[in-house]
């Protein structure tokens, strides 16, 4: 390339024309039989890019690997749970239904022996029943002949048990099922009745059962011991939750926040065994929840 471009620079004789070209045709074969030819010309070309030639550019740089996907948050939270509870499957389909004063409940005939000793270990599954508790309570507002409360002392007239109920809002703790306060709701006027419990799966069964009732009224809450509503409630309604009494403090440290005028708590007396504490009798541990009771006002 570089003879052909001499060549047409200058006019020359024909055989001194030829001879060039011989002498061109016979340098052309001796460099492509060179072995050094490649580095040479290498070198040439790093001779020329000194001089301001056209410069070899780098190779581009990879562009930046992508940041990895932000994982989803896959935390549950009771909402959620509920969510999936009431719009999905229906966890509880296998669950027998009772009807009690009209209402179809759905619960667990009986807990295991398990039920009770994982107690100690945070797993609760004792809201899944209903509980003799709570039967009485019902049985005592659907015959309100048969018991009336005196609140403080013989002087003072005894009052029947519905009464301290119709027109008041009504905070129910540890709801379970919701057997207590669902019926609660059928028989008297309330202004407000909310349902709580603190096992989301327990929440869950309840929250079922008042869908099931058609009762849109009646709210269901998450609340666990000691924490206690935004607002107070004239009368709080608990039915047989202290089959532990070591939850007793929290019980009434929620009840003392949460109400404004009365405590109602229906308790079946039985014993108690933990690993914190010995066995309880009957009369002890109705004592015992007595006196917690006048501790905390």
């Not at 959620?80 to 027998?96: E, G, L, R």
């Not at 179809?104 to 000793?117: F, M, N, Q």
């Not at 003799?132 to 049985?139: H, M, Q, R, T």
Request: hydrophobic fraction near 30%; charge should be negative; aromatic fraction near 6%.
């Amino acid at each position: 390339m570089e003879a052909l471009a001499l060549l047409k620079k200058q006019t020359y004789p024909a055989d001194e024309l030829r001879l060039i070209l011989n002498e061109a045709t016979a340098q052309l074969a001796q460099t492509k039989n060179d072995p050094n030819r490649s580095s040479k010309v290498q070198g040439h070309q790093r001779e020329e890019q000194g001089k301001g030639g056209n410069q070899v550019k780098p190779p581009p740089k990879p562009p930046p690997k992508p940041p990895p996907p932000a994982q989803a948050d896959t935390t549950t939270t009771i909402e959620d749970v509920i969510d999936a509870d009431t719009t999905n499957d229906n966890p509880f389909s296998h669950y027998p239904t009772s009807t009690i004063s009209g209402l179809t409940l759905l619960s667990l005939p009986s807990l295991p022996p398990s039920s009770i000793l994982s107690l100690s270990s945070g797993i609760d599954e004792t809201g899944l029943t209903i509980w003799s508790g709570s039967l009485s309570f019902v049985n005592l507002l659907t015959n309100p002949s048969i018991y009336s409360w005196n609140p403080a002392s013989s002087s003072v007239p005894s009052i029947p048990l519905n009464t301290l109920f119709s027109n008041k809002t009504v905070l129910e703790l540890g709801s379970g099922t919701g057997i207590s306060g669902l019926i609660l709701s059928t028989l008297l006027p309330l202004k407000k009745l909310t349902l709580s419990d603190g096992d989301p799966t327990t929440l869950n069964l309840c929250s079922r059962n008042i869908k099931n009732n058609n009762l849109p009224s009646v709210d269901s809450v998450y609340l666990k011991w000691p924490q206690s509503p935004p607002s107070p409630y004239d009368v709080t309604l608990a039915c047989d939750v202290v089959y532990d009494v070591t939850v007793l403090p929290i019980l009434f440290e929620t009840v003392g926040k949460s109400t404004r005028e009365y405590f109602v708590l229906s308790h079946i007396p039985r014993a108690n065994v933990n690993e914190e504490r010995a066995v309880g009798t009957e009369e002890e541990i109705r004592l015992e929840i007595v006196e917690e009771g006048r501790r905390k006002g």
